[in-house]
């Protein structure tokens, strides 16, 4: 590996574990959240705060993670009273309320950030290398999840939340679940990015990131692990292939979401497999 | 005095954001749609408007054409992106709604530029007047007295006119449309031709108030009238007319007082999530029109 | 007799206006209780006071000797308290097996956690097929629930509601909306699981049905309970009969 594709690596892996972590919350659970860089903020800030006190490593990202996750609950808390359209704006007005928050903090370093923050000691080689394993752990995690009890009963609250109670799920509690995993890897996401820029501001968690993540998601195709990667990992990679799309990386970002929804709401992953439906179609019904 | 003044100023902004709020909640109401991408109506209204008042030297003229521009563009985006998604679950209209918005302000910036553009000459900017001791902005009351009166002959139209009762009507119960003699499809569009224009006319006074228009001018202000109609509780107009003045005044003292902990947009988002935990159905109940 | 369910004193009322009316029902283990009234007499919302989907201002509800008045749907559908929904809310997307494993899974979906810590679904899915034989439709089983006609879900509905293995089963109009040959074979089957000792609580509005299969009779009016009795002696009352042919109605409240 040359060290331009090395670098690209953990933005992708930060990118597909975010997506991955939305998946949970908005694929198989059914909530939508507009504000999941709240949670990308919070891992990045908790680890970068942790890193500059001098905690190693392999304890600030379980850490990020953790905080993040915690976060999410308290979000899910607010899921439970609103629903739908309302959980929508809540959630959106939670992103603007983190990045609030953090310009007025000097504690996360104000409009500025925090900078500084010490190397994670396995060169860009073993950071790769690292994040590419943790991408994996995270796709494990959702096909798992996916099959487990767990997703059948998220699968059956996305469908009708009414219904589900009626067979004796306890949908909030799934819901808080939903929000805390989905939160964590958010924060795992935020944790990992702190040690591959090494200074955090506040843009990097704005609106356009929530959006951006959900557009990886939905495009995609939303509740599917492999749609929901390949989502990740092309819209990482469109702008960076294609340099002069980097201009207008968002008007891409925007069209694309409006068209996917206006034309293949299933995301793209939805639409190959019903272009190929033999063999994609087959591989998705094994996996559901 | 100090306090009055905070007082005004919030209410200013607030009749802004009631604006937009009106509009939202309009097209909310009839549609279940939440129109994140109102926002960039608004923008387009505040560019059409600094770019016909350049033009031709005239603000009289530039209103009348950034309201136009935003009934046209409010009446596409429900022709080509709503409509055929209404019987979609919430999530997809709602995210092509983001996309749409994201799309738009990035066709401003690459279009006019990442600074956006500002008025060649704007002679009120700097001009106040002075009510009962107050010194008051020539265009801050302009903004004020313009929503005032919009909102007003709305309210007028709706209660007097034989076509507002029609409309009442049709939001409270579609399929009572079609003995008014008018389609549910024609209210749907007088609801996004209505909400549309309030968004241009209020585009074009904040361009005016700033002196300019910008790409992102939008994203703040349609994060804010989101939280205000939810807030209101979804559809109810009065709850989004009072969550807007509401608003607008905590947000003017929320700058002064809180200041250290958190920046001004984000007061929103806080009356938003405090509000919601103890009236998840927002602070009036659903009112049908 | 044991009681099963048991409402006492229940009330509700919606701006102002009282749709339920101090309610006093008795539900005994092994019976099947006809509820019936005119549209609008409260039988939905008396439902939906027992379900939990709404809370009584007034009034206890008993399952057994707890009371679950505080309590949430989910909870109380685990306690043994089983419904099936007067319009069908079948999980579309999934099978018709599917829809039913997921009840017989009660025993995993307890937690998120146990949840996440289990797979395997052979065993579920054993009692789902069992179940839907139960109900007549298990050549649909590996259909997905959206593509199936009425008649089928309401089936659905029920196959669902028993994999809870519930103690009391809360049937919200199964008949509705179903032709005669389907509503007399569905009501044959709910006649077969009260046999079999499920104690059931039929809301209906088919009254020829309902007169068919009940062991006795309870009739709302106004949110009141009119009578409530062994049937012909319920239907014979004079009240009762006023209160039919003052509303008499097709539709559901």
Same mark, same amino acid.
């Given at each position: 590996?040359?060290?331009?594709?090395?670098?690209?690596?953990?933005?992708?892996?930060?990118?597909?574990?975010?997506?991955?972590?939305?998946?949970?919350?908005?694929?198989?659970?059914?909530?939508?959240?507009?504000?999941?860089?709240?949670?990308?903020?919070?891992?990045?800030?908790?680890?970068?705060?942790?890193?500059?006190?001098?905690?190693?490593?392999?304890?600030?990202?379980?850490?990020?993670?953790?905080?993040?996750?915690?976060?999410?609950? #308290?979000?899910?808390?607010?899921?439970?009273?609103?629903? +739908?359209?309302?959980? &929508?704006?809540?959630?959106?007005? #939670?992103?603007?309320?983190?990045?609030?928050?953090?310009?007025?903090?000097?504690?996360?370093?104000?409009?500025?950030?925090?900078?500084?923050?010490?190397?994670?000691?396995?060169?860009?080689?073993?950071?790769?290398?690292?994040?590419?394993?943790?991408?994996?752990?995270?796709?494990?995690?959702?096909?798992?999840?996916?099959?487990?009890?767990?997703?059948?009963?998220? &699968?059956?609250?996305?469908?009708? +939340?009414?219904?589900?109670?009626?067979?004796?799920?306890?949908?909030?509690?799934?819901?808080?679940?939903?929000?805390?995993?989905?939160?964590?890897?958010?924060?795992?996401?935020? &944790?990992?990015?702190?040690?591959?820029?090494?200074?955090?501001?506040?843009?990097?968690?704005?609106?356009?990131?929530?959006?951006?993540?959900?557009?990886?998601?939905?495009?995609?195709?939303?509740?599917?692990?492999?749609?929901?990667?390949?989502?990740? #990992?092309?819209?990482?990679?469109?702008?960076?292939?294609?340099?002069?799309?980097? +201009?207008?990386?968002?008007?891409?970002?925007?069209?694309?979401?409006?068209?996917?929804?206006?034309?293949?709401?299933?995301?793209?992953?939805?639409?190959?497999?019903?272009?190929?439906? &033999?063999?994609?179609?087959?591989?998705?019904?094994?996996?559901? | 005095?100090?306090?009055?003044?905070?007082?005004?100023?919030?209410?200013?902004?607030?009749?802004?954001?009631?604006?937009?709020?009106? %509009?939202?909640?309009?097209?909310?109401?009839?549609?279940?749609?939440?129109?994140?991408?109102?926002?960039?109506?608004?923008?387009?209204?505040?560019?059409?408007?600094?770019?016909?008042?350049?033009?031709?030297?005239?603000?009289?003229?530039?209103?009348?054409?950034?309201?136009?521009?935003?009934?046209?563009?409010?009446?596409?985006?429900?022709?080509?992106?709503?409509?055929?998604?209404?019987?979609?679950?919430?999530?997809?209209?709602?995210?092509?709604?983001?996309?749409?918005?994201?799309?738009?302000?990035?066709?401003?910036?690459?279009?006019?530029?990442?600074?956006?553009?500002?008025?060649?000459?704007?002679?009120?900017?700097?001009?106040?007047?002075?009510?009962?001791?107050?010194?008051?902005?020539?265009?801050?009351?302009?903004?004020?007295?313009?929503?005032?009166?919009?909102?007003?002959?709305?309210?007028?139209?709706?209660?007097?006119?034989?076509?507002?009762?029609?409309?009442?009507?049709?939001?409270?119960?579609?399929?009572?449309?079609?003995?008014?003699?008018?389609?549910?499809?024609?209210?749907?569009?007088?609801?996004?031709?209505?909400?549309?224009?309030?968004?241009?006319?209020?585009?074009?006074?904040?361009?005016?108030?700033?002196?300019?228009?910008?790409?992102?001018?939008?994203?703040?202000?349609?994060?804010?009238?989101?939280?205000?109609?939810?807030?209101?509780?979804?559809?109810?107009?009065?709850?989004?007319?009072? %969550?807007?003045?509401?608003?607008?005044?905590?947000?003017?003292?929320?700058?002064?007082?809180?200041?250290?902990?958190?920046?001004?947009?984000?007061?929103?988002?806080?009356?938003?999530?405090?509000?919601?935990?103890?009236?998840?159905?927002?602070?009036?109940?659903?009112?049908?029109? | 007799?044991?009681?099963?369910?048991?409402?006492?004193?229940?009330?509700?009322?919606?701006?102002?206006?009282?749709?339920?009316?101090?309610?006093?029902?008795?539900?005994?283990?092994?019976?099947?209780?006809?509820?019936?009234?005119?549209?609008?007499?409260?039988?939905?919302?008396?439902?939906?006071?027992?379900?939990?989907?709404?809370?009584?201002?007034?009034?206890?509800?008993?399952?057994?000797?707890?009371?679950?008045?505080?309590?949430?749907?989910?909870?109380?559908?685990?306690?043994?308290?089983?419904?099936?929904?007067?319009?069908?809310?079948?999980?579309?997307?999934?099978?018709?097996?599917?829809?039913?494993?997921?009840?017989?899974?009660?025993?995993?979906?307890?937690?998120?956690?146990?949840?996440?810590?289990?797979?395997?679904?052979?065993?579920?899915?054993?009692?789902?097929?069992?179940?839907?034989?139960?109900?007549?439709?298990?050549?649909?089983?590996?259909?997905?629930?959206?593509?199936?006609?009425?008649?089928?879900?309401?089936?659905?509905?029920?196959?669902?509601?028993?994999?809870?293995?519930?103690?009391?089963?809360?049937?919200?109009?199964?008949?509705?909306?179903?032709?005669?040959?389907?509503?007399?074979?569905?009501?044959?089957?709910?006649?077969?699981?009260?046999?079999?000792?499920?104690?059931?609580?039929?809301?209906?509005?088919?009254?020829?049905?309902?007169?068919?299969?009940?062991?006795?009779?309870?009739?709302?009016?106004?949110?009141?309970?009119?009578?409530?009795?062994?049937?012909?002696?319920?239907?014979?009352?004079?009240?009762?009969?006023?209160?039919?042919?003052?509303?008499?109605?097709?539709?559901?409240?």
């Amino acid at each position: 590996m040359n060290g331009y594709l090395v670098s690209l690596v953990p933005l992708i892996g930060v990118n597909a574990i975010l997506a991955l972590g939305l998946n949970i919350i908005a694929g198989f659970c059914g909530q939508i959240s507009l504000g999941q860089a709240a949670f990308y903020g919070i891992g990045a800030y908790a680890a970068a705060l942790m890193a500059l006190a001098g905690l190693p490593f392999w304890l600030t990202l379980p850490l990020g993670a953790l905080t993040a996750g915690v976060f999410g609950l #308290v979000v899910g808390l607010v899921s439970l009273r609103v629903r +739908e359209d309302f959980l &929508a704006i809540t959630t959106m007005a #939670v992103g603007f309320l983190f990045l609030g928050l953090v310009r007025k903090s000097a504690l996360f370093g104000g409009e500025v950030g925090l900078t500084g923050i010490p190397p994670s000691g396995l060169g860009p080689q073993g950071y790769a290398l690292l994040v590419v394993g943790l991408v994996a752990a995270t796709v494990a995690l959702s096909i798992y999840m996916k099959a487990s009890w767990l997703g059948f009963a998220f &699968a059956s609250i996305a469908e009708d +939340e009414g219904a589900a109670r009626a067979l004796a799920v306890p949908v909030p509690h799934y819901k808080l679940a939903a929000f805390f995993i989905g939160s964590a890897l958010s924060g795992l996401a935020g &944790a990992i990015y702190c040690y591959y820029a090494r200074f955090i501001t506040p843009d990097t968690f704005s609106f356009l990131v929530s959006v951006s993540i959900l557009a990886m998601v939905v495009i995609g195709g939303i509740g599917s692990t492999w749609g929901v990667l390949l989502g990740a #990992v092309a819209l990482t990679l469109l702008p960076e292939i294609f340099r002069f799309a980097g +201009e207008y990386r968002q008007f891409l970002f925007g069209l694309a979401l409006l068209m996917v929804m206006r034309f293949s709401p299933a995301g793209l992953f939805g639409m190959l497999s019903r272009l190929v439906p &033999a063999r994609l179609g087959n591989l998705r019904k094994a996996r559901a | 005095m100090y306090y009055v003044e905070l007082a005004v100023q919030g209410l200013i902004y607030g009749s802004m954001y009631a604006l937009m709020a009106l %509009g939202l909640t309009l097209i909310y109401g009839l549609l279940r749609v939440l129109h994140i991408a109102h926002a960039a109506v608004f923008t387009l209204g505040a560019y059409v408007g600094v770019i016909t008042a350049n033009a031709t030297g005239s603000l009289w003229i530039a209103f009348p054409a950034a309201i136009l521009a935003a009934v046209l563009a409010g009446i596409a985006i429900y022709r080509l992106v709503y409509a055929p998604l209404l019987d979609r679950p919430p999530l997809v209209p709602l995210i092509a709604s983001v996309g749409l918005l994201i799309l738009l302000e990035d066709l401003f910036r690459i279009v006019f530029g990442n600074q956006g553009i500002a008025f060649n000459e704007n002679p009120y900017v700097y001009m106040t007047v002075t009510i009962g001791g107050l010194s008051i902005g020539v265009l801050q009351l302009a903004m004020f007295v313009g929503s005032v009166a919009s909102l007003s002959a709305f309210a007028a139209f709706v209660a007097f006119s034989r076509t507002g009762a029609a409309w009442r009507a049709t939001l409270g119960n579609p399929q009572m449309a079609t003995s008014f003699g008018v389609s549910v499809a024609q209210v749907r569009y007088l609801n996004f031709a209505i909400g549309s224009a309030f968004a241009g006319l209020a585009g074009v006074l904040i361009a005016l108030l700033n002196n300019y228009a910008e790409p992102g001018m939008g994203t703040i202000v349609s994060y804010k009238t989101l939280a205000i109609i939810v807030l209101g509780g979804l559809g109810s107009m009065r709850g989004a007319l009072i %969550g807007s003045l509401l608003l607008g005044v905590i947000e003017s003292y929320g700058t002064v007082y809180l200041s250290g902990g958190v920046d001004r947009d984000a007061i929103a988002a806080l009356c938003l999530i405090a509000i919601l935990m103890f009236r998840p159905e927002g602070l009036a109940k659903r009112i049908a029109a | 007799m044991t009681a099963i369910l048991e409402a006492r004193g229940v009330t509700i009322s919606f701006g102002g206006i009282k749709a339920v009316q101090d309610v006093a029902l008795t539900v005994s283990k092994g019976e099947l209780l006809g509820l019936i009234g005119p549209n609008g007499a409260g039988k939905t919302t008396f439902l939906r006071l027992l379900t939990g989907i709404l809370r009584p201002h007034e009034g206890q509800i008993l399952l057994g000797d707890v009371d679950v008045t505080h309590r949430s749907v989910d909870r109380r559908a685990r306690a043994g308290l089983a419904v099936t929904h007067q319009i069908v809310r079948p999980f579309r997307a999934m099978t018709a097996v599917e829809n039913v494993m997921l009840a017989a899974g009660h025993g995993f979906t307890r937690s998120p956690l146990r949840a996440f810590l289990h797979v395997s679904r052979v065993a579920a899915e054993r009692r789902a097929m069992q179940l839907l034989e139960r109900v007549g439709i298990a050549d649909v089983a590996r259909r997905l629930a959206g593509t199936l006609p009425l008649g089928q879900l309401k089936r659905l509905e029920v196959a669902r509601a028993l994999a809870l293995d519930p103690q009391l089963l809360l049937l919200d109009e199964p008949l509705a909306g179903l032709n005669q040959n389907e509503a007399s074979r569905l009501s044959d089957v709910i006649t077969e699981l009260n046999r079999d000792g499920i104690t059931i609580v039929l809301v209906e509005h088919r009254l020829v049905e309902v007169l068919r299969i009940v062991d006795r009779l309870a009739m709302l009016d106004k949110g009141r309970l009119l009578a409530v009795g062994a049937p012909t002696a319920v239907m014979q009352r004079a009240d009762v009969r006023a209160a039919y042919l003052g509303g008499a109605d097709d539709a559901g409240d």
